[in-house]
């Protein structure tokens, strides 16, 4: 009996070990300042830092914020005007957070926004280990004005997609890498290939509306190419 719980404590630290490696090259990915350090953590390491002497994992140690880099500040900054020639960039310290809830509600989604609202954070990011009530998910978008709160399945992150060998490699653009693109082309936005915001790639990169993304490919005849695409 003790046996068959330890073996199940293990596999579920496992389990968040690896949730927990992939929502860190995630925010690597969207260029968020981490060490090399915090991205590549080992197995050993994460038992050591998060789990608890019976071998239980406590999810209230697995949260941390970062920082924007200057790559990813630089991407998300309008294009200066005349009416605002110093626009402020759209992204911030980020907060990520494992919730052991049992059940996911409005009021988890109140609390968890309240405290990415006050310790102005731009974006929040919850992990939870239970799928969203209905309700949950709609007061989500009442909360959108005031704070980016995006949830992701621990069970979503077990393996990091972008990894797969079928998944192109995707690059946000900048904004004026945006217009650039358009207007060598002679496009307008709305004639550009469309990528949905529910894309498992757009929500692992965070894609807001009218971002558009740089998609590499790699061809046996053609080599490497490139297409682009706008989120919608």
């Known amino acids: 009996m003790a046996d068959s719980q330890d073996d199940a404590r293990f596999k579920e630290t496992v389990r968040l070990w690896r949730a927990w490696k992939t929502i860190h090259e995630m925010m690597a990915d969207r260029e968020y300042e981490l060490a090399d350090t915090e991205v590549n953590i080992s197995l050993d390491r994460f038992r050591r830092e998060y789990c608890e002497m019976d071998g239980t994992v406590n999810r209230s140690r697995l949260k941390f914020s970062a920082r924007p880099s200057q790559a990813m ?8 005007t005349e009416a605002n020639p110093n626009p402020d960039p759209d992204c911030g310290t980020v907060w990520v ?11 988890q989604i ?7 609202i006050e ?13 969203l009530s209905p309700a949950a998910r709609k007061a989500l978008t009442g909360v959108e ?20 060998e079928l998944v192109p490699r995707h690059v946000l653009l900048s904004r004026e890498e945006k217009a650039a693109l358009l207007k060598r082309y002679r496009l307008k936005e709305t004639q550009l290939p469309r990528i949905l915001q529910k894309d498992p790639v757009a929500r692992y990169l965070g894609l807001k509306r009218g971002q558009v993304v740089k998609i590499i490919r790699v061809s046996e005849t053609a080599g490497r190419y490139a297409s682009y695409r706008v989120c919608v």
């Open 97 to 107: 957070e494992f919730l052991a809830d049992k059940q996911f509600g409005v009021a």
């Open 145 to 164: 004005n005031l704070a980016k709160i995006e949830c992701f399945l621990e069970d979503d992150l077990l393996v990091n997609i972008t990894h797969h």
């Open 73 to 80: 500040i630089r991407k998300h900054t309008p294009i200066p």
């Open 119 to 131: 310790n102005h954070y731009k974006t929040g990011i919850m992990v939870t280990h239970v799928p």
């Open 110 to 116: 109140r609390n968890f926004a309240k405290h990415t």
